[in-house]
């Protein structure tokens, strides 16, 4: 069964960090571009970020561009995303997806990727 699993959500004060894993089974991630995508209660699924299947691209909403950093360990079939200064307006379900419509870089729309994590909650707060 293909599955990703998300882990490392929480709660967090304003300016405080998190590091988010999306772990496969089932599958391997070596031919997948990794997307993270958050939605908060009210508002529309965000692209927050993503990277190529090779780790070679990598792509930020303007929102996060310089907070957050995404990364990938394939021999973990694993891939991250770590999130320093966060703000209140961070909060939301994360989630993180798989797809492999795209040999060469990756893009932050939610139809370009086949797989779904169930997600996990962030929550920043004072």
């Known amino acids: 069964q293909l599955q990703l699993v998300e882990s490392g959500g929480g709660s967090v004060q304003p300016g405080g960090s998190l590091r988010l894993s999306c772990a496969a089974s089932?599958?391997?991630?070596?031919?997948?571009?990794i997307g993270w995508f958050r939605q908060a209660p009210g508002k529309e699924r965000e692209g927050v970020s993503c990277i190529s299947s090779s780790g070679g691209s990598t792509n930020y909403a303007d929102s996060v561009k310089g907070r957050f950093t995404i990364s990938r360990d394939n021999a973990k079939n694993t891939v991250y995303l770590q999130m320093n200064s966060l703000k209140p307006e961070d909060t939301a379900v994360y989630y993180c997806?798989?797809?492999?419509?795209?040999?060469?870089?990756?893009?932050?729309?939610?139809?370009?990727?086949?797989?779904w994590g169930q997600g996990t909650q962030v929550t920043v707060s004072s």
């Open positions: 997806a798989a797809g492999a419509r795209r040999v060469l870089g990756c893009r932050r729309q939610a139809g370009e990727y086949d797989y």
């Open positions: 089932g599958f391997t991630l070596d031919y997948y571009a």
